[in-house]
């Protein structure tokens, strides 16, 4: 089989290494990819917005499917460009990707289809926005309806920042991302990430993984993509995960093909443990960065057959996915200014380094210049991923692989999965 992989961060080169040990695999390309997927695939210069070019790019090559990394190709048609020429994406149309890229799209979808979610409003007039917090009581949570870079989100403590963020988001911060806005009562609870693969009609769980989502140590400070992540997630109980199956990820399935947009690909679920059972906080339409990365660790299925088996409306046949017993976990290591304003170009030394065969180095913002230096060239720029038997002995690894990585202008969290360190894997 001939695969194409779009993206360039740590998610892809995690779904390209696993990729590429498919016995199916005949040919592997990546685009644009980035220098740690060297040795498992083809590189190909192509921004992931570029659909003219990866399209052609995927005519050329005679791809037998594309997987789609990133939110941003979905979101200006990559899936709907791929069928008109009749090459299988494993990725959700743009009309299917609304469940990511518009919020007020998936709120008014969850209440039509039952989806347990939290009550809220939606506005585009910032009077009409404020004079609606009478409705819901501190904290005030606030939300950008397009895709705005992980910023668009704002948990206010009172209503004098409240009224800020509307009038922040409303007066043009985001764009048009930030035209619309959703606001929404506050829950309270324990967040997870949990993904389900979904070839439009039927739909197969894959497991779920927690991060952190702000940049420093005891989740303080500003939030990020995602500093580190862990899996199993044992906050996702058996019990919580059938609730999840069947309110949200069955019910969207079936109501997104009932409304003429199904669903293909990964159904990436944030959701809330509260006192009240599971509600979703959002969908995503890809895998999760950095939760892609330990899932990717821990599945012993060959992965490709799944990803074709979506993306050409053939899941029921696949038999059940197997997983390992070890807990995995993925320290991200920074550019110093990251989330706001990171510093690129320092070098990075070591990274290749043999940290043994159960720690994996997966690049996500790196580039090398023309004397073989690998240097920084975004905000998270390296995923140091490690598999044990324990959370803490996978977290040992990873923590150790970094002491070892010189790279003065890096940081990472010293306290990744400390959620999980007293719950067993
Ligand atoms: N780590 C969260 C995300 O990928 O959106």
């Known amino acids: 089989m001939k695969v194409l992989v779009v993206g360039s961060g740590g998610r892809e080169h995690a ?17 644009p990819g980035n220098p740690g997927m060297a040795g498992l695939a083809q590189r190909v210069d192509l921004k992931v917005t570029d659909t003219d070019g990866l399209v052609r790019l995927a005519k050329d090559m005679d791809a037998d499917l594309v997987v789609v990394g ?115 009562a506050f829950m309270d609870g324990e967040e997870a990430s949990v993904f389900a693969l979904s070839d439009g009609e039927t739909s197969l769980m894959f497991g779920a993984a927690q991060d952190h989502k702000r940049v420093g140590d005891g989740d303080t400070g500003p939030n990020t993509g995602g500093m580190g992540a862990y899996a199993p997630a044992p906050v996702m109980t058996s019990e919580r995960l059938e609730i999840v199956r069947t309110a949200m990820i069955e019910a969207t399935v079936a109501g997104m093909a009932t409304e003429g947009a199904p669903y293909r690909g990964v159904l990436f679920a944030g959701v809330m443990s509260t006192a009240e059972g599971p509600k979703l906080v959002e969908y995503n339409a890809r895998f999760g960065d950095p939760e892609c990365q330990v899932l990717m660790l821990r599945l012993k299925s060959d992965l490709l057959p799944y990803l074709h088996a979506c993306a050409t409306g053939n899941l029921a046949a696949q038999g059940p996915l197997l997983w390992r017993d070890e807990a995995v976990i993925c320290v991200v290591m920074a550019a110093q200014g990251y989330p706001d304003a990171p510093l690129t ?40 991923c490690a598999r044990a038997t324990t959370v803490a002995g996978a977290r040992q690894l990873a923590y150790q692989a970094i002491d070892r990585i010189v790279w003065p202008q890096g940081f990472c969290r010293s306290d990744i999965a400390w959620r999980a360190m007293d719950r067993p894997a």
């Open 345 to 384: 170009g320092s070098i990075i030394v070591g990274a290749d380094g043999d940290f043994g065969p159960d720690v994996f180095v997966f690049h996500a913002g790196t580039t090398l210049d023309a004397d073989g230096n690998l240097r920084a060239n975004g905000g998270r720029v390296l995923n140091i």
């Open 70 to 184: 990133p939110e941003a190709a979905l979101e200006v048609g990559l899936a709907d460009a791929l069928a008109e020429v009749g090459i299988a994406c494993f990725g959700p149309t743009k009309a299917a990707a609304q469940l990511e890229t518009s919020k007020g799209f998936t709120k008014a979808f969850a209440m039509r289809h039952k989806v347990p979610t939290a009550d809220y409003g939606e506005f585009s007039d910032a009077a009409d926005a404020k004079a609606a917090l009478n409705r819901f009581s501190p904290p005030y949570v606030i939300k950008a309806d397009g895709i705005a870079a992980g910023k668009g989100v704002v948990i206010a403590t009172d209503r004098t920042q409240a009224e800020a963020a509307i009038d922040d988001m409303l007066g043009g911060r985001f764009g048009q991302a930030g035209a619309r806005l959703v606001i929404e």
């Open 15 to 31: 779904l390209a290494w696993k990729i590429a040990q498919s016995p199916l695999l005949t040919r592997l390309v990546v685009a």
